[in-house]
């Protein structure tokens, strides 16, 4: 079994910074593509910034410059920083990851979702 633990979310100021973790655990023998969505209310969810096992990035142009995300491959963790935060920005977050079990196709995988509420 596989398990994607988000954590991180909470409300902050326009103009000021959060970080998101999410650490992917259980028998996992390989994961390609981390990354981290988001869905605002009546909005579908949207890709903010993805990082393969390689380094390659990929940003959403709303969060480029803003958005910086980083991996720690021997820990399986996704970590998102999200600087100059504006109140668009507002939404539930999650975590998302193209992995390999033993003895298993690659496949997706998603975390609960973390709220990331941005005041004005």
């Known amino acids: 079994q596989v398990q994607l633990v988000e954590s991180g979310g909470g409300l902050v100021q326009a103009g000021g910074s959060l970080r998101l973790s999410c650490a992917a655990s259980g028998s996992i023998f390989r994961i390609n593509t981390m990354g981290w969505y988001r869905q605002a209310p009546g909005k579908q969810r949207e890709l903010v910034a993805s990082?393969?096992?390689?380094?390659?990035?990929n940003y959403a142009d709303s969060v480029k410059g803003r958005f910086t995300i980083s991996r720690d491959n021997a820990k399986n963790t996704v970590y998102l920083e999200m600087n100059s935060l504006k109140p668009e920005d507002t939404a539930v977050y999650y975590c998302?990851?193209?992995?390999?079990?033993?003895?298993?196709?690659?496949?997706?995988?998603w975390g609960q979702g973390t709220q990331v509420t941005v005041s004005s």
């Open positions: 998302n990851a193209d992995l390999k079990q033993y003895g298993i196709a690659y496949r997706e995988y």
């Open positions: 990082r393969t096992s390689g380094g390659n990035t």
